[in-house]
Structures are given as C-alpha cells and as structure tokens.
C-alpha cells in the first residue's frame, strides 16, 4: 500500500477505497489531493474483489498463511540450488516477522516451522 505524506502529519498509510467510491463521480479527486489507485487492466474487478473478499493486507495475509503451512510441509524431491534455498529462507524469515507483527497486535500469527530432516 501506498505511505502517503502530509504537511505536519508525517507518514499515513490508509486504503483510500473509501473515497474513490465516495468521490467517484467527480473523476477521483477530492480537494486538497488526488488518489490514483495504480493501473489495472480491470478496475471494476479489482474493487469488487476489494469490496466483497477482502483488501490487499487480508489477501495476502491469506496467502502467507497458506505458504507458512506449504513451506512448514515442503519436501523437495532433490537438492535445491543455493538459490532456491536462498528464496525458501528469505521467504520463511518474511513469514516470521509478519507474524511478529501480527502477534504484537494481539493477532494470531500462523508461523512457518522448520520440518527435521529425516534421520
């Protein structure tokens, strides 16, 4: 999501649906700024998505839990290259500290586990 800057009020992060929608007739702006939504090939499905199923931050909360389980339960058929393995790590530590996040907000974070090698 877009951090947005104002005079004196230093960084805002908030999802602007609410006023595309509210200000819709008047071509998406609203007085002392503009919100551009970014360029989607299919504007009026994304805002359904967004209105019905979730926003961005539950949609890919949603998705980091499903990969945690996925990469907790991966077994890779071979040797991963350093790079694959570079990427499960990097993903793994990203996963981590959403959840610290998540759990310092009273949420209950779904962490990635690391699975024991086969003995």
């Known amino acids: 999501m877009a951090t947005f800057r104002m005079p004196l009020g230093g960084d ?26 970014g360029l989607s ?15 961005y931050g539950r949609q890919l909360g949603r998705i980091g839990d499903a990969l945690a389980v996925l990469v907790t339960h991966f077994e890779p058929k071979g040797k991963l290259t350093p790079e694959e393995d570079r990427a499960l790590r990097a993903l793994r530590v990203m996963l981590d ?4 996040i998540k759990q310092a907000h009273g949420r209950a974070p779904l962490r990635p586990r690391t ?3 086969a003995s």
């Open 12 to 37: 805002v992060t908030q999802a602007f649906r609410i006023f595309t929608s509210a200000f819709n007739m008047v071509g998406n702006s609203f007085s002392l700024f503009t919100v551009n939504m």
């Open 115 to 117: 699975m024991e090698p």
């Open 41 to 55: 090939k299919a504007p009026e499905v994304e805002a359904e998505v967004i209105d019905t199923v979730g926003s």
């Open 97 to 100: 500290e959403i959840a610290d």
